[in-house]
């Protein structure tokens, strides 16, 4: 069980009971909301370590809600809507929102995507320290910028490092070739994004039994790459 407080703000209730469910079993407290007022209130009386947000909800919309409470904290939001359009996703994101999924939506990755954000919102120096443990043996200490496999140290450049400990850190998470330029290296980073590819097919070479068939990075055509283990 951990401290975690997670502010569900969803007007059908059968789907915030879902989203509760999954998320209690997780160990995460959970506080709902089924309006805009409601869930400022809520924020505000409460502490809360991160929003999964509808958009289209009474009294006040969602949008208002996430720049209300951007304004006054930098806890993470996932934005849950069937807004689908690239121009909404776009918009949620300036507002201040971390990230955004459409409805219909699995519950294991909204799972998925909220440890991720937990991860990189609160992390320390102990969580640092920790290795990223996967199947096969792979192990990757961020703190000390080394991987191995079976015990066995595997050689990665600097960039290489960056790679997979970006996509080893939000597991089960989509990143397109940009997200990854973005996370990896930041926004100055010169790079071509098709350079992503080769670093991939190289770092494949190194930690997969078979790089033609992947069980760590696997590609999802037209959008990006995924890690699973």
């Given at each position: 069980m951990n401290n975690q407080t997670i502010l569900v703000v969803e007007d059908e209730k059968n789907i915030s009971d879902v989203i509760k469910a999954y998320l209690k079993k997780e160990g995460y407290m959970i506080?709902?909301?089924?309006?805009g007022e409601e869930a400022l209130e809520k924020f505000k009386s409460n502490h809360i370590d991160m929003v999964i947000l509808d958009l289209m909800i009474p009294k006040i919309p969602g949008e208002q809600v996430c720049s209300s409470i951007r304004n006054i904290s930098d806890v993470p939001i996932i934005m849950l809507t069937a807004k689908s359009e690239l121009e909404d996703k776009i918009e949620g994101l300036n507002?201040?929102?971390d990230?955004?999924?459409?409805?219909?939506?699995?519950p294991r990755e909204l799972i998925s995507r909220v440890k991720a954000l937990m991860r990189r919102a609160y992390k320390d120096s102990s969580?640092?320290?920790?290795?990223?443990?996967?199947?096969?043996?792979?192990?990757?200490d961020i703190d000390?910028?080394?991987?191995?496999?079976?015990?066995?140290?595997?050689?990665?450049?600097?960039?290489e490092f960056k790679i997979l400990s970006t996509l080893a850190s939000n597991p089960e998470i989509v990143l397109t070739r940009e997200q990854l330029i973005q996370k990896?290296?930041?926004m100055d980073y010169e790079g071509f994004d098709r350079t992503i590819d080769t670093h991939i097919k190289n770092i494949r070479q190194k930690i997969e039994e078979n790089p033609k068939s992947p069980e760590y990075i696997v590609t999802?055509?037209?959008m990006g790459y995924k890690f699973q283990g």
């Open positions: 506080i709902t909301a089924f309006n507002i201040g929102a990230d955004y999924m459409i409805k219909p939506f699995s969580t640092l320290a920790e290795k990223l443990r996967f199947k096969g043996e792979l192990e990757i000390r910028l080394l991987v191995t496999k079976s015990g066995k140290t595997i050689d990665l450049t600097a960039n990896a290296f930041g999802v055509y037209g």
